[in-house]
T-cell receptor, first 111, second 115 residues
Framework: DADVTQTPRNRITKTGKRIMLECSQT?????MYWYRQDPGLGLRLIYY???????NKGEISDGYSVSRQAQAKFSLSLESAIPNQTALYFC??????????FGPGTRLLVL | AQSVTQLDSHVSVSEGTPVLLRCNYS??????LFWYVQHPNKGLQLLLK??????LVKGINGFEAEFKKSETSFHLTKPSAHMSDAAEYFC?????????????FGTGTRLLVSP
């Protein structure tokens, strides 16, 4: 949805490089999430944030870090990319309810 | 911990025939259940949501799902498939066991629709 945008949409990088994926939302939601999707595994939660001062690790946070620059912005960083971080990355937002709204995804290839 | 199992990785139907995508869940609490759809190169879109109200839930694009507690199932159906329904579908349960309403995703079912 246009309400949740992700940049870049596609990225190719090399092993060892630092890379940042950005997410912005115009829905006014406090809660934001980062997921990765691998074929046959569904989506897995990397990090989540309930507000600007609240950031929490998800089930697969190793090798990743995040920054919540503002209510509307939540960035995911790979400090030193490795090939098994090749995946499709999704940002999502929600209000106090359970429904999450997803961005279009960033396809990352680590060579 | 809560979990979902999508029983078919791929389902193939002909246009105009019924669609059935199967999902079983495991939950220690009264679950909230969702179906999301992902079209190629698109994000995930919410199809429908069950939150302990009516057991038959109607969603967008003619899809519906029925919550059956005795069978721990939440199967997704549509009476007549359209070519535009070809996509990947995810069954999702909301996990409040940790005090946080985390979404737990199934592994997905790819729906193929032939003319």
């Amino acid at each position: 949805d246009a309400d949740v945008t992700q940049t870049p949409r596609n990225r190719i990088t090399k092993t060892g490089k630092r890379i940042m994926l950005e997410c912005s939302q115009t829905k006014g939601h406090d809660r934001m999430y980062w997921y990765r999707q691998d074929p046959g595994l569904g989506l897995r939660l990397i990090y989540y944030s309930f507000d600007v001062k609240d950031i929490n690790k998800g089930e697969i946070s190793d090798g990743y870090s995040v920054s919540r620059q503002a209510q509307a912005k939540f960035s995911l960083s790979l400090e030193s990319a490795i090939p098994n971080q090749t995946a499709l990355y999704f940002c999502a937002t929600s209000d106090l309810g359970e429904t999450q709204y997803f961005g279009p995804g960033t396809r990352l290839l680590v060579l | 911990a809560q979990s979902v199992t999508q029983l078919d990785s791929h389902v193939s139907v002909s246009e105009g025939t019924p669609v059935l995508l199967r999902c079983n869940y495991s939950s220690s609490y009264s679950p909230s259940l969702f179906w999301y759809v992902q079209h190629p190169n698109k994000g995930l879109q919410l199809l429908l949501k069950y939150t302990s109200a009516a057991t038959l839930v109607k969603g967008i694009n003619g899809f519906e799902a029925e919550f059956k507690k005795s069978e721990t199932s939440f199967h997704l159906t549509k009476p007549s498939a359209h070519m535009s329904d070809a996509a990947e579908y995810f069954c999702v349960v909301s996990d409040i066991g940790t005090g946080f309403q985390k979404l737990v995703f199934g592994t997905g079912t790819r729906l193929l629709v032939s003319p």
